[in-house]
């Protein structure tokens, strides 16, 4: 790995100095579940390489994260019978970002979930409430989604 930035929390799971349930991996990528899911399997999928954010990005990193996220998608819907997914990228404080290592976030969706609402009038762009499983509980899900990657 080129950089290595102990200080970022996510270069630490990347070079697994931190513990994380991992759901996928590639040279460039790495996906695994937020600790504090507004989903059940809601997935975050990151460059190994340092970015800050989608400015700072670079694009080898970018197919990467891309392949990745579309892979980790199709193991989620295959998981919990999402009916879709919801993929979300804050960038800087202003855009909603609170840790500065790029990220995408993949939610599985499901029909009336109310999870982001798009009704007429209620166009809310934040989550709902978050829940904290135990790292077992993490775990157990990892190998749920792990169980129907389909890497081609
Ligand atoms: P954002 O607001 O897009 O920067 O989201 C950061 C996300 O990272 C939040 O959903 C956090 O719950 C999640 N998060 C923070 N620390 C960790 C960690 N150590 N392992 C997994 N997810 C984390
Ligand atoms: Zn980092």
Known sequence: MEKIDFNCIFCAIAAQRAPAAIVYESDGALA?????PVAQGHTLVIPKK???????LDDLSGMAVMHASR?????????FNADGLTMLQSSERAGG??????????APR??????MSS??????????ARTSPSREELQAIAAKI???????
């Open 32 to 36: 695994f579940l937020d600790i504090r």
């Open 97 to 106: 970002q609170e840790v500065f290592h790029y990220h995408q976030h993949l």
């Open 50 to 56: 340092h970015s800050r954010n989608l400015f700072d």
């Open 119 to 128: 009704e007429p009038g209620e166009r809310r762009m934040h989550w709902r």
């Open 146 to 152: 792990r169980a129907h990657i389909k890497d081609d």
């Open 71 to 79: 892979v980790v998608a199709r193991a989620l819907r295959a998981a």
């Open 110 to 115: 499901f029909i009336g979930d109310g999870l």
